[in-house]
Nanobody
Framework: QVQLVESGGGLVQAGDSLRLSCVAS????????MAWFRQAPGKEREFVAR????????YHADSVKGRFTISRDSARNSVYLQMNSLQPEDTAIYYC????????????WGQGTQVTVSS
């Protein structure tokens, strides 16, 4: 079993930056992707970005491309989301996720960290 714990959320003003962290523990992570999703109040969960754990290649949703950057530190079993130029529409709970036996099927989820951006 893989446990994921996010941190780094908070209340910021529009234009500010935040860096979210996600640490994986438990069974050694052997999946393919780790990713960030978000869910705003009253909206469905939305994909934000993913990274290939072994190779490091990344993919970002159009809504965050150029502002957010996903990265990982294999030695620390951690994945990060650097968020710049935050806007009120980025307000959401941000979740870290990892796939397992099936590539792209996110079987493991963290509890989430709240990001609130005021205008």
């Amino acid at each position: 079993q893989v446990q994921l714990v996010e941190s780094g959320g908070g209340l910021v003003q529009a234009g500010d930056s935040l860096r979210l962290s996600c640490v994986a523990s438990g069974r050694t992570f052997s999946g393919h992707y780790m990713a960030w999703f978000r869910q705003a109040p009253g909206k469905e969960r939305e994909f934000v970005a993913r990274i290939v754990w072994s190779g490091g290649s990344t993919y970002h949703a159009d809504s965050v491309k150029g502002r957010f950057t996903i990265s990982r530190d294999s030695a620390r079993n951690s994945v990060y989301l650097q968020m710049n130029s935050l806007q009120p529409e980025d307000t959401a709970i941000y979740y870290c996720a990892a796939d397992g036996r099936v590539v792209g099927r996110y079987d493991y989820w963290g509890q989430g960290t709240q990001v609130t951006v005021s205008s």
